[in-house]
């Protein structure tokens, strides 16, 4: 009987080394080197919106879209990568009138991961009211393009706009607020009048029209934040209507210049 046990653990032994010279030869006839994957070609941005100032200059603006290339080892190759960009006809913005595009051959050099694309934007083409919109596409590479392989450029045409000071607000919570410019009409106000704490908040100025752009208060894993408002021209008066999701919708919120 002792004989026989000893057979068996024996065999059993034999089977599982067995097993595990199979499974280890196949685990090496299957070894992935994530290392080499391909090399995705893409827009840096799915879209893109920016404010173009319409000053009576006739100003022709460069405006850079990054284009990049990711995968393989995430290191940059040691050769260039060649990109061929188009317009695509779902733009609504017409070349030649809004806009126009010069080149559509880059190149992404040996040793970087991306290359800027250049449009000239006609500053007095644009209309404020009615903003216009550019979709580049990639048409080849000499890498693998993305199946994400378009941007969308809204050409938003502005007034000139000088919000940056100091305010007050006069309902709420009183607080006193700083405005400071962060690019072509748009701004960061330190708070609101409704927190304790001073979150900042985003506007954009379009000829005395504002928008709080979808945001973030970061605290709590980020709250949204949306709105719209409004400047009187005569008095420098801001009004917004501001909502902060979970807490409040358009809440008025107005500030008196200091």
Same mark, same amino acid.
């Given at each position: 009987?002792?004989?026989?046990?000893?057979?068996?653990?024996?065999?059993?032994?034999?089977?599982?080394?067995?097993?595990?010279?199979?499974?280890?030869?196949?685990?090496?006839?299957?070894?992935?080197?994530?290392?080499?994957?391909?090399?995705?070609?893409?827009?840096?941005?799915?879209?893109? &919106?920016? %404010?173009?100032?319409?000053?009576? /200059?006739?100003?022709?603006?460069? @405006?850079? *879209? !990054?284009?990049?290339?990711?995968? $393989?080892?995430?290191?940059?190759?040691?050769?260039?990568?060649?990109?061929?960009?188009?317009?695509?006809?779902?733009? &609504?913005? %017409?070349?030649?009138?809004?806009? /126009?595009?010069?080149?559509?051959? @880059?190149? *992404? !050099?040996?040793?970087?991961?991306? $290359?800027?694309?250049?449009?000239?934007?006609?500053?007095?083409?644009?209309?404020?009211?009615?903003?216009?919109?550019?979709?580049?596409?990639?048409?080849?590479?000499?890498?693998?393009?993305?199946?994400?392989?378009?941007?969308?450029?809204?050409?938003?045409?502005?007034?000139?706009?000088?919000?940056?000071?100091?305010?007050?607000?006069?309902?709420?919570?009183?607080?006193?607020?700083?405005?400071?410019?962060?690019?072509?009409?748009?701004?960061?106000?330190?708070?609101?009048?409704?927190?304790?704490?001073?979150?900042?908040?985003?506007?954009?100025?379009?000829?005395?029209?504002?928008?709080?752009?979808?945001?973030?208060?970061?605290?709590?894993?980020?709250?949204?934040?949306?709105?719209?408002?409004?400047?009187?021209?005569?008095?420098?008066?801001?009004?917004?209507?501001?909502?902060?999701?979970?807490?409040?919708?358009?809440?008025?919120?107005?500030?008196?210049?200091?």
């Amino acid at each position: 009987m002792k004989k026989s046990i000893n057979t068996l653990i024996y065999s059993a032994a034999s089977l599982l080394m067995l097993s595990l010279v199979a499974c280890d030869a196949l685990l090496d006839q299957e070894e992935t080197d994530f290392g080499k994957g391909p090399i995705v070609v893409q827009f840096q941005q799915k879209s893109i &919106t920016n %404010n173009f100032l319409q000053d009576g /200059s006739g100003a022709v603006y460069d @405006f850079e *879209i !990054p284009i990049e290339y990711q995968g $393989a080892d995430g290191n940059p190759l040691g050769e260039d990568v060649t990109v061929t960009i188009g317009i695509n006809s779902e733009s &609504t913005a %017409n070349e030649d009138v809004e806009f /126009s595009l010069s080149q559509t051959e @880059f190149v *992404i !050099p040996a040793g970087q991961k991306s $290359a800027n694309v250049v449009i000239q934007v006609n500053s007095e083409s644009l209309d404020a009211l009615n903003p216009k919109t550019v979709i580049l596409e990639i048409l080849n590479s000499s890498q693998t393009v993305s199946d994400k392989n378009t941007t969308a450029i809204t050409l938003q045409a502005i007034c000139p706009s000088n919000l940056e000071g100091n305010y007050m607000y006069i309902n709420g919570n009183e607080s006193a607020v700083t405005i400071t410019s962060t690019g072509t009409g748009t701004y960061e106000v330190s708070r609101d009048n409704a927190f304790s704490n001073p979150y900042p908040l985003y506007i954009s100025d379009v000829c005395n029209t504002l928008t709080i752009p979808g945001s973030y208060i970061m605290d709590n894993f980020g709250i949204a934040t949306s709105g719209a408002g409004s400047v009187d021209p005569d008095t420098g008066t801001i009004t917004l209507y501001y909502t902060v999701d979970g807490y409040f919708a358009d809440r008025e919120m107005i500030l008196i210049k200091q």
